[in-house]
């Protein structure tokens, strides 16, 4: 089965809800709204003018806040992390140390690994991080500074298939993080998801 398919729906979900902004959702709110009042309009229903212009006047002044607001960039993934928060994250890992490459520090996890999101490009052939909240989540916990962007899969911008699964931020505080990605499956539900498997911080990354 190719990666394409083996990526969960949960994956897919979560990506399309990372797209989707409050902003977008209040226009598609304003226009309904619009053309809800219009129709009162013409067919001249009055009982429902009132309604129909306090929903046009709710979704406008809304939709004008949010614009002019840190908000804006709020989306739906973001809302439903607010509403039904995740567990409390619980890592198991172990850390080795090998100062022969330039002093590299590896973090390896055990069972059960960290889920992390990951976003199919266009040609349906490498798998980028764009959403940095997991990777952060499990970097405070491991007490080490956050990444401030997202990455593409190494293999990607080397073109060395051995650089697959592999995502590098060379401006990383404590030198260049290389984070490790492979399929994982829970053994009660059977399902598969993308995970991490490796952290590796060092001041040489050997290609």
């Not at 409050?22 to 226009?31: A, E, G, K, P, T």
């Not at 804006?72 to 993934?77: E, G, I, P, V």
Request: hydrophobic content about 40%.
């Amino acid at each position: 089965m190719c990666e394409s398919q083996i990526l969960g729906k949960n994956d897919k979900m979560q990506d399309i809800l990372r797209q989707i902004t409050l902003v977008n959702i209040l226009s598609v709110m304003l226009l309904i709204a619009s053309i809800w009042l219009l129709v009162i309009i013409v067919q001249k229903k009055t009982g429902y003018m009132f309604r129909g212009m306090v929903f046009f006047l709710f979704c406008l002044l809304a939709l004008i806040y949010f614009q002019q607001s840190e908000a804006k960039k709020h989306t739906l993934s973001d809302v439903r992390y607010a509403l039904f928060p995740k567990r409390s994250l619980t890592l198991n890992y172990h850390v080795a140390e090998d100062s022969r490459t330039g002093t590299v520090v590896r973090y390896v996890f055990d069972d059960p690994k960290p889920r992390i999101p990951i976003s199919m490009d266009r040609d349906g052939k490498y798998f980028h991080i764009t959403n940095i909240t997991a990777i952060n989540e499990i970097l405070a916990q491991m007490k080490l500074p956050p990444v401030k962007k997202g990455a593409k899969e190494l293999s990607s911008i080397t073109g060395n298939i051995s650089h697959k699964n592999l995502y590098r931020w060379d401006d990383y505080p404590r030198g260049i993080l290389v984070l490790e990605r492979s399929i994982c499956k829970n053994r009660q539900t059977l399902d598969s998801f993308n995970c991490l498997i490796a952290v590796t911080i060092g001041k040489k990354y050997r290609e």
